[in-house]
């Protein structure tokens, strides 16, 4: 096998990717110190007998193999810089290797299987790049002592402490350690990158507490007596919940039993409400799901589908290492103690089956892998499997619950406390933090007590920091705002400074903002609008014959008015007793200028704002990723406008009529959910496409983007067997290979975009497949790795295919620039 030689920074360069090696081949030995760099990557090498030879080498690629032993003969290879080692299957890294290599910067071991690191790795001092992501590390005090350390990425391990002397290195600029069971640091605080981790370990040395909270989040579908069990929890004793007094969005509550700080969170269950669920919902959180056994049918599989199965799921995909109780509600109204033991028996065992069929369901999806012909592309995909398997979703027995009784009641209560006190069930529930953030909290209480802060919690940045350095005056504003920064990621109060337009706003009392969410996000919109008076509507300088516009235009296009937006919202603020003329406008916004509501609803992928559909600016600037863009017509807020809400759209009609008829030779990309599309998921990527391309149609489970020319469609599949998002380049939009090329930077755009919204649900996986295009063959062709692809700063070689045709397994060939996204220049005839 020869390999494609190369000078790359004036270096010599033995290039061997992707030519499926078990073995080095004589021809790179054969250059012995000679050879500088050699690039690896992508073979199927089990071991690297012989490479010692290259003594000179000073950048060695071997990622994407299938390494299980850290090879020994890398300890003569002296004159090493670079060393990637990342995607195999490595456990463990002997002692007295990596700190032979005096001259290695950059280490990368990252998608292995290490366990821990070896106790001599502080050895390595000229190292200022470190990657060990998507591991099993658990402790990484062998790193203390790196001075030279600038980047260290951790991501996806086992960790549960960060060791302090780690941080006190003035070197470390860039730290990554989301996705792991951090309990000190608290994963909220690590959250916010290493100067919270450094502020937190400086203010731990003056003073520390343990602090127990539990955030319990109430879950179950409309009228299953959620509300109910969350009162009644809440005071010890039956709390009855009329009808018309059930949760609307989001109701937070607050108790402390026993040392330990219940924040109850009451879902409301309603359909309509599932969009803002994202925005609340945290990992590591005690679920409590009821369950109404007096209208749970055996017989009926749609009955645990509604009831059990869809909220099981979705927890497993936001929140898959949390911990869920099912308490089975309204026992009262079950005719016989049998019938209700019946129902909790088959509840529980099609729980058991659910899981145990996700789990079958990764084995087989890790088997196919498995088969194919070069796993070394599949790296990636494979850790993700492996990643999701060791995700282990706790869901507890069911309980069946009278809560109409004070016994029962009680019971629950002394339950949950049993349950709470195993660190096996709850290890993440005792968090080490300084004292002063206890502090912090409890001031902010007694500024909304004593009246400082009004008893809605909006107040400024500016004010809050005044108030509370009264308080607390050996705290500076940095460290203040730190603090702030943690207790809104716990969800105590909501700051945020992502939103240019609400970074000097704080939200003291959450329940207050999403008192506003709901004002305009509820499942009875249309009979609150309505409901809207006369005065109400004269406030605006409406007609009632407009109230009418709104409600058909809502019924029929999923679009509210800005002006009823403003009507419903300002209506909510005045029930709440706010009368502060200046912050209602700034809240509901005005004719000028749009409210800080709807900035926020809009942030969060909940709707975005509409406009007329101009037509195609041939002169229009051409989006490209690598270059900054600014649209030909940007959206100016326009007070007589509405805002589209995609996930109440009932059809496809417009959509499918601006697309026209599929054909065969359209560009097409089908992205695999497993084990299914998140709840709102393709509504949310919609809206973030939106932002993008001006020019754009959108349906129940459609939307088409048009930028220049070029049309791309985006259609949702969930009803029967697999579920997956489409996206077609229309063939009649290209007629070049440029053209093609254009079509796939759009539909580049649109993965990155899913890519990232990807990274909310940590127990989802995805694969992408392109169909061939022959008519009737059921056949495809795997995309490798994608995400390596999408990161345009990644430093890794990776071209997805060479070839410039391919062939499916029934025999039919395309140009590969159909079915991928490739460059003119990488294809081989």
């Known amino acids: 096998m020869l390999p494609s030689n190369g000078y790359h920074h004036g270096k010599k360069e033995e290039d061997y990717t992707g030519q499926k090696l ?82 290695l910067q950059f280490l990368k071991m990252s998608t292995n299987r290490l366990v821990k690191l070896p106790s001599d790795m502080g050895k390595c001092q000229s190292l200022t790049y470190l990657n060990l992501s998507n591991n099993s590390l658990k402790d990484l005090q062998p790193l203390v002592g790196l001075h030279r350390l600038k980047e260290l990425y951790v991501e996806k391990n086992q960790l549960a402490e960060l060791p302090r002397a780690l941080f006190q290195s003035s070197a470390l600029t860039v730290f990554k350690v989301s996705g792991n069971p951090l309990s000190k640091p608290p994963e909220e605080i690590c959250a916010g990158g290493l100067k919270d981790i450094q502020s937190y370990f400086v203010m731990l040395e003056d003073s520390s507490c343990s602090v127990c909270t539990i955030k319990t989040m109430f879950l179950g579908a409309s009228m299953a007596g959620k509300s109910t069990l969350c009162r009644s929890l809440m005071h010890g004793v ?128 890790r088997k196919t892998l498995e088969e194919l012909e070069d796993i070394s592309l599949f790296s990636e995909q494979m850790s993700d499997i492996q990643r999701l398997t060791e995700y282990k979703l706790k869901v507890l027995d069911l309980v069946p619950i009278d809560c ?135 406030s605006e300088n409406v007609l009632q014959v407009q109230r009418k516009r709104w409600i058909n235009d809502f019924r029929d296009r999923a679009s509210l008015s800005n002006m009823a937006i403003r009507i419903l919202v300002r209506k909510e603020l005045q029930q709440s007793g706010i009368d502060d003329e200046d912050m209602i406008e700034d809240i509901v916004g005005t004719k000028k200028k749009t409210g800080n509501l709807l900035t926020l609803v809009q ?52 959509v499918r009529e601006m697309w026209g008829e599929d054909n065969l030779e359209d560009v097409n990309v089908q992205v695999y959910f497993l084990p299914e599309i998140p709840h709102g998921f393709f509504h949310r990527l919609v809206i973030k496409i939106c932002s993008i391309y001006s020019t754009y149609w959108i349906g129940k489970d459609q939307c088409l983007f048009s930028c220049g020319k070029r049309r791309v469609l985006l259609r949702e599949h969930v009803k029967d067997g697999d579920q997956f998002i489409e996206m077609r380049g229309k063939s009649s939009d290209v007629d070049t290979s440029s053209d093609i090329q254009k079509m796939w930077d759009i539909i580049k755009v649109i993965m990155m975009r899913l890519a990232q919204l990807t990274q909310q649900w940590r127990g989802l996986c995805q694969f992408v497949h392109s169909p061939c295009k ?50 003119s220049v990488n294809l081989k005839d």
């Not at 145990?356 to 369901?361: A, M, T």
């Not at 007329?612 to 940007?634: D, Y």
């Open 404 to 538: 109409t009784t004070s016994e029962d009641i009680k019971w629950l209560q002394n339950h949950i406390k049993e349950m709470i006190s195993n660190k096996d069930t709850f290890p993440f529930m005792e968090q080490m933090i300084p004292q002063c953030y206890q502090e912090v909290e409890t001031a902010l209480q007694e500024l909304v007590d004593s009246g400082d802060i009004p008893k809605h919690g909006i107040v400024s940045q500016e004010d809050l920091l005044y108030y509370l350095k009264d308080k607390h005056n050996e705290l500076d504003h940095e460290k203040m705002r730190l603090i702030l920064q943690y207790l809104h990621r716990i969800g105590i109060i909501m700051w945020y400074l992502e939103i240019p337009d609400l970074k000097d706003i704080v939200f003291v009392k959450p329940s207050f903002l999403i008192s506003l969410f709901k004002a305009i996000i509820r499942h009875d919109l249309v009979s609150v609008l309505a409901d809207i008076t006369s005065n109400e509507l004269k």
């Open 238 to 365: 039956p709390v009855a919940v009329d009808k018309a007094d059930r949760t609307v969005g989001i109701e937070i509550s607050e108790v402390d039993r026993d040392g330990v700080r219940f924040l109850f969170w009451d879902f409301a269950g309603q359909e309509e409400y599932y969009l803002t669920h994202h925005v609340f919902i945290t990992p590591q959180a005690f679920v409590i799901l009821a369950i109404d056994l007096s209208s749970y049918t055996i017989e009926d599989p749609t009955s645990f589908s509604e009831k059990v199965g869809f909220w099981i799921n979705n927890i497993h995909l936001k929140v898959p290492n949390s911990v869920v109780l099912l308490v089975g509600t309204h026992v009262d109204q079950c005719e016989v103690e049998l019938e209700m033991l019946k129902k909790k028996a088959d509840i529980e065992e099609k729980v058991r089956q659910m899981l145990s069929e996700r789990k079958e369901s990764l084995d087989r999806q």
């Open 22 to 103: 078990r073995f080095l081949p004589p021809s790179l030995l054969e250059k012995g110190q000679e050879a500088l760099k050699a690039d690896l990557q992508r073979n199927r090498l089990r071991q690297v007998t012989g490479i010692s030879c290259l003594s000179n080498l000073t950048e060695l690629n071997l990622s994407r193999n299938e390494l299980v032993e850290f090879p020994l003969e890398v300890k003569q290879l002296r004159n090493l810089v670079k060393l990637y080692m990342n995607q195999n299957s490595i456990k463990n890294i002997p002692d007295d290797i990596l700190p032979s290599l005096k001259k």
């Open 603 to 654: 942030h969060f992928d909940v709707c975005l704002p509409t406009k007329q559909n101009s037509p195609l600016n041939p002169a229009a600037q051409e989006f490209c990723p690598s270059i900054k863009w600014k649209p030909s017509n940007p959206f100016v807020y326009d007070p007589d406008g509405a805002c589209l809400f995609p996930s109440c759209l009932t059809n496809n009609n417009q």
């Open 774 to 823: 022959e008519r009737g063959c059921s056949e495809y062709f795997e995309w490798s790795d994608w995400q390596d692809w999408l990161d345009p700063s990644g430093s890794e070689k990776f071209n997805m295919v060479s070839e410039a045709k391919l062939t499916c397994r029934n025999g039919h060939t395309r140009r590969t620039e159909l079915l991928f996204p490739v460059s």
